[in-house]
Nanobody, 128 residues
Framework: QGHLVESGGASVQNGGSLRLSCVSSGFTYSAFCMAWFRQDQGKERERVATIDSRGDTNYADAVKDRFTISYDNAKRTLYLQMNGLKPGDPAMYYC??????????????????????WGQGTQVTVSS
């Protein structure tokens, strides 16, 4: 049974940087799609970035050129490096994974397959 545990959420100043981590366990890792999502109060959940077992990455337009997703296979850990944090970035950030296949996308850029494992979330806030 897959398990995801996020960490690294904190309060940072506008323009600051933060790195989120997500330790995974219980997956076969032969093919997978791992993602960061975020959801702020009163807003819909949105996909932030994805990476799969081939190393292919994909980013939401709102975070392109500021955020970097990566995966350390030896540590089984997913990362999200966030630079240039803005007032629009604060949210609960969730790590998610599809443990059975690489990432595939709809025409609008969202994942075609809903992840079947989710972490508990880690909170990011940005202060001015």
């Amino acid at each position: 049974q897959g398990h995801l545990v996020e960490s690294g959420g904190a309060s940072v100043q506008n323009g600051g940087s933060l790195r989120l981590s997500c330790v995974s366990s219980g997956f076969t890792y032969s093919a997978f799609c791992m993602a960061w999502f975020r959801q702020d109060q009163g807003k819909e959940r949105e996909r932030v970035a994805t990476i799969d077992s081939r190393g292919d990455t994909n980013y939401a337009d709102a975070v392109k050129d500021r955020f970097t997703i990566s995966y350390d296979n030896a540590k089984r850990t997913l990362y999200l490096q966030m630079n240039g944090l803005k007032p629009g970035d604060p949210a609960m950030y969730y790590c998610a994974a599809d443990s059975e296949a690489d990432c595939t996308y709809k025409d609008d850029g969202n994942l075609l397959v809903e992840p079947n494992f989710w972490g508990q979330g880690t909170q990011v806030t940005v202060s001015s």
